[in-house]
């Protein structure tokens, strides 16, 4: 028989993913949601950190493992004598049949099968990304708009078991970020809500039914004049049992901002230090509003046709704090900090990583100018420094300087020469998506300079050649962390005339090289 216990032991798996497929354009902020619903859920008294994970940017096998995982730790709990509950959250590119992580597809089916594997008695799913509707259509549903009452307080026994799932739009519809508020429109909506701002009962908790509400009517609200058609997101659920289920507690947060009855209209609370959205409230101003929120500074904002109204709170632990209209400040739309840190993150979700490397190369030459004497190989030391979009784009500027000895004229023993190269060069081109490995083929534009000396061999002054040659490249490396470690080779060829003789040089290199990236 089970252990006798009296709480339920609520689990978060949380993923955040920017890049698609190879026809998708890179998400600027579906990572930074996944990192906002983790401080939202623990905020607000979702989860605990011992029993959420966060995945940001991940492989198939990283979120298979992961779930996995998830799976050991829930039975560990139920063998405990703990009901179980799994909060799971995805955001990032999909389509009818999965969520795209990179260029590798998790489908809807395999999750469903997965989260079901997990054991746990209630299992609630919040997916943020195009058609993911679809899943709904995998969920034996009892219902697709209204859920039935069943209970799950967040520290009593389970009297319910199945699933939910939350959708950011139906199976054919599009899922929208935007710059103004710095990620999705759900994500923004749903963890709003689970702040509190769907507290509609005002007992300082959020129910499953007020969050679905919530987030259903002002994400179809807010997107509804998009250029690719209104968001609607999508609702099913497997269930049974009765009371209702609790997903969030923010009157039991580290710190709670209220707001009295009196005030109304539609508020925003920005995080000053992670610069993001925590809330937005819309207040009728007949009763109180409570958020739960992490201790530090908050910049609460009501917007007028003309003007702002500002106010500027610090929250400690513990506090319970109530923000009053004698609080705020009308503020001109020029001088909105709030705007100016969200078009920075904007700009700064845009701007490309950077990796600097050096390491040891190799060149090797055919068809030297004269057409006569032959260049030897030379080993030398390589550096580059390179930019890379989160589309994959990639240009660098690199350089080597490399030394050999070897036979100039085949018909000549003795002939020794010693040769001195350097070359620097442009490059651009691609790299493929994201993970712990990458591939990548690049153009190149080189100014090679080589100089040979015959210490042995009469020919006169050194032989020197300078000359511009285009190139063509390939990439492999390997991305741990911060690090770098690539293989590229490359080839060169460029031919000219001098005094009416054709003339040309061909050479080929490969570096191998270790770097860090930020």
Known sequence: SR??????????????????SASERPLLFAEADAQRMTRTILNAGGT???????????????????????RAAVAADEQAGRDTLVLFFYSGHADAQGMHLGRQVVTWTELQTLLDRTGARVRVSFLDACESGAMTQRVRTKGATRAPSFAVELSDRLTASGQVVFTSSTADQASHESDAIGGSYFTHHLASALAGA???DRDGRVTLEEAWAHVARETAFQTRDQREGAQTPTYAWDLTGTGHLVLTAPGQSGATLSFPAGLAGEFAVFDQARRSFVAQLSLDGNSERSVGLAPGTYIVQQRFPDHLDVARVTLTTGEHLSIHASGFDAVSYDDDVVKGALNQKSRRARLPEWSLSAGVGAQAYADPSDGILQVPPTLGYAGALSAIWPSGLRVGLDGYLGRGEGTVRPDVPSSIGTATANTWGLSGGWLSAPRLWRLGANVHFTRLAYAIEYPEYDVGDPQVLRVQAPGVGMLAGVYPGPFSIEVYPRFH??????????????????????????
Do not use: C, M
């Open 198 to 200: 769907a507290d509609e």
């Open 3 to 20: 252990p006798a216990a009296a709480d339920v032991a609520r689990h978060a798996l949380i993923v955040g993913h920017n890049e698609g």
């Open 493 to 518: 060829g460029v031919r000219y005339v001098i005094d009416d003789q054709p003339g040309g040089v061909r050479f080929a290199d490969v570096f191998l090289s270790l770097g860090a990236r930020q």
């Open 48 to 70: 605990e950190a011992e029993r959420t994970k966060t995945l940001t940017g991940p492989t198939r096998n990283e979120l298979l493992h992961a779930l996995g995982r998830l």
